[in-house]
Nanobody, 121 residues
Framework: VQLQASGGGLVHAGGSLRLSCVAS????????MAWFRQAPGKEREFLAL???????YYVDSVKGRFTISRDNAKNTVYLQMNSLKPEDTAVYSC????????????????WGQGTQVTVSS
């Protein structure tokens, strides 16, 4: 499985960004895809997960501001981020296929390359 993330950039506080992650390489089944982020000096943080069957999970800190969605025809998952804050500045990565403990980064075998999000105050 290969994952290609895009959509990061520089935005002012209060602004919005939409990240995309395109998955490829699987000839059957669907993708269970999540978003994580890692700020300098901090641990990788789970943000949201979209199961192929439809269930969605969010970490409490982004509920109401971030929305994960998917387009199965395009094997793409999105992360719409609104009301961005300077503390949202991080490298955002997509990951596929949690084995267990979906909020644990080490449950995922496949990762995209990461896209930088910088929120200025």
């Amino acid at each position: 499985v290969q994952l290609q993330a895009s959509g990061g950039g520089l935005v002012h506080a209060g602004g919005s960004l939409r990240l995309s992650c395109v998955a490829s390489g699987r000839t059957y089944g669907s993708y269970d895809m999540a978003w994580f982020r890692q700020a300098p000096g901090k641990e990788r943080e789970f943000l949201a997960l979209s199961w192929s069957g439809g269930r969605i999970y969010y970490v409490d800190s982004v509920k109401g501001r971030f929305t994960i969605s998917r387009d199965n025809a395009k094997n793409t998952v999105y992360l719409q981020m609104n009301s961005l804050k300077p503390e949202d500045t991080a490298v955002y990565s997509c990951a596929e296929g949690p084995r267990d403990g979906y909020s644990r980064w080490d449950s995922y075998d496949y990762w995209g390359q990461g896209t930088q999000v910088t929120v200025s105050s």
